[in-house]
């Protein structure tokens, strides 16, 4: 069993940053694939990036590249989400979500966290 805490959302300004953080209980952090995802209201849950065990590789959507940063600290047991240039329809609940093994981009993920709320405004 894996439980990942999300924290780090708020409220920002367009153009301004921040950086989510989510932590992980347990010993085996490093078998977890880990990704972020994302829903805003009325809408659906939306994959938003994904970083392999040992942060060998990285995946985005391409709505967020070049402005968001998925990395990780294997000894932390904690995966961040560095966002910078944020624009209004980031908006949304983020949740950082663990997949035991393989990368993935699709919402197969085996444990999920609560989530936490990013606002952006105009």
């Known amino acids: 069993q894996v439980q990942l805490v999300e924290s780090g959302g708020g409220l920002v300004q367009a153009g301004g940053s921040l950086r989510l953080s989510c932590a992980a209980s347990?010993?085996?952090?490093?078998?977890?694939?880990m990704g972020w995802f994302r829903q805003a209201p009325g809408k659906e849950r939306e994959f938003v990036a994904a970083?392999?065990?040992?942060?060998?590789?990285?995946y985005y959507t391409d709505s967020v590249k070049g402005r968001f940063t998925i990395s990780r600290d294997n000894v932390k047991n904690t995966v961040y989400l560095q966002m910078n240039s944020l624009k209004p329809e980031d908006t949304a609940v983020y949740y950082c979500?663990?997949?035991?093994?393989?990368?993935?981009?699709?919402?197969?993920?085996?444990?999920w966290g609560q989530g936490t709320q990013v606002t952006v405004s105009s």
């Open positions: 970083i392999s065990r040992f942060g060998g590789s990285t």
């Open positions: 347990g010993r085996t952090f490093s078998s977890f694939a």
């Open positions: 979500a663990a997949n035991k093994g393989v990368i993935t981009t699709t919402q197969t993920y085996d444990y």
